[in-house]
């Protein structure tokens, strides 16, 4: 998994692994495959445990 530095827009609505999963009707492992595979960025949780992803980048791997 590669995660990607903090966006330029860090007031950005963020959602944690299972929310983004959720919302895309996954399972936690398959957001972490979508990362790898380049699909969807993550940035580190605070505390360096789990990672979060951009609400609007997950709704529109979504569509």
Avoid: C, H, I, N
Avoid at 6 to 13: F, I, M, Q, V
Avoid at 26 to 45: C, F, I, M, N
């Amino acid at each position: 998994m590669t995660d990607q530095p903090e966006p330029g827009r860090p007031d950005a609505p963020r959602l944690t692994t299972r929310e983004a999963a959720e919302l895309l009707g996954v399972k936690p492992e398959t957001v972490y495959a979508y990362v790898s595979r380049g699909q969807l960025s993550s940035v580190r949780a605070a505390g360096g445990r789990g990672s979060t992803f951009d609400a609007e980048e997950v709704r529109a791997l979504a569509r």
